[in-house]
């Protein structure tokens, strides 16, 4: 469960809010893949990344 240790020990860099919507992903894969399944993603991703930041919002 590395991947469980390392999404943990990035969450006090969010804002309170962000924190929120990023467990509430983590713990619901329905939701998660309804996330995935939105996004146009290259053939054959073998991982990746959300970003909790709006490009325009950087």
Same mark, same amino acid.
């Given at each position: *469960?590395?991947?469980?240790?390392?999404?943990?020990? &990035?969450?006090? &860099?969010?804002?309170?809010?962000?924190?929120?919507?990023?467990?509430?992903?983590?713990?619901?894969?329905?939701?998660?893949?309804?996330?995935?399944?939105?996004?146009?993603?290259?053939?054959?991703?073998?991982? *990746?990344?959300?970003?909790?930041?709006?490009?325009?919002s950087r």
């Amino acid at each position: *469960m590395r991947h469980a240790q390392h999404f943990l020990s &990035r969450l006090d &860099r969010l804002p309170r809010s962000e924190v929120d919507l990023a467990l509430e992903l983590y713990r619901d894969p329905e939701l998660l893949r309804a996330v995935l399944d939105a996004a146009t993603l290259p053939e054959r991703v073998e991982g *990746m990344a959300l970003s909790s930041l709006a490009p325009w919002s950087r």
